[in-house]
């Protein structure tokens, strides 16, 4: 099962909104919003799941971070950019082999 | 709350194995299944397997199925990772993880690092 493809990097200044693409096959993202989730690695941090099931937001997570899904790519968007949200990014999705894949991550840089 | 508190950081040579562990509380832990990811930087996080602590049913990713052994004791609530023969290409950070739901993770460990040298 190979990598969901992510951008490496991403940037933007603060108050502007950024999208970040996964780009995954017919077998993974492709099946289903379902299968779909984010999460946020702060360095030293646990990472924290931004994003389940596609598009819903975990409870205590800020309603700027919205996702979204297309055939088989998945994004995940961030409004109104603000200095914390400076961190990696990894999509990931489970798979018809039952097995979960995750992208190779993309580092978020605030201006 | 729920937690998932790893062992600490680990330094080995290559041809040694390793054995990290993974306590849960503030949840019934035989009842979640509990996953292994590694990070390596600059190759992104790569899924390991899974195991179900109340009847230790253990699922391996093809990339890691014989080269790791995932095993759990739910009387202490805790989770193993194993590694052996550890290669320098082992080295990287091991997170724990809690699956919820069917396809999430929702608890993460602090990580463990882990060093390989020649």
């Known amino acids: 099962q190979s990598a969901l493809t992510q951008p490496a990097s991403v940037s933007g200044s603060p108050g502007q909104s950024i999208s970040i693409s996964c780009s995954g096959t017919s077998s993974d993202i492709g099946t289903s919003y379902k299968v779909v989730s984010w999460y946020q690695y702060h360095p030293g941090k646990a990472p924290k799941m931004m994003i389940y099931e596609g598009s819903i937001r975990p409870s205590g997570i800020s309603n700027r971070f919205s996702g979204s899904k297309s055939g088989n790519t998945a994004s995940l968007t961030i409004s109104g950019l603000q200095a914390e949200d400076e961190a990696d990014y990894y999509c990931c999705s489970y798979t018809t082999n039952r097995t979960w894949v995750f992208g190779g991550g993309t580092k978020l840089t605030v201006l | 709350e729920v937690q998932l508190v790893q062992s600490g950081a680990e330094v080995k040579k290559s041809g040694e194995s390793l054995k990290i562990s993974c306590k849960g509380s503030g949840y019934k832990f035989s009842t979640y299944w509990i996953g292994w990811v590694r990070q390596v930087p600059g190759k992104g996080v790569e899924w390991m397997g899974v195991?179900?602590?109340?009847?230790?049913?253990?699922r391996y990713s093809p990339s890691f199925q014989g080269q790791v052994t995932i095993s759990a004791d739910k009387s202490i609530s805790t989770a193993y990772l194993q590694l052996s023969s550890l290669k320098a290409s082992d080295a990287g950070m091991y997170y724990c993880v809690r699956r919820w739901g069917d396809y999430y993770f929702d608890s993460w460990g602090q990580g463990t690092l882990v060093t390989v040298s020649s």
């Open positions: 195991i179900y602590p109340g009847d230790s049913d253990t």
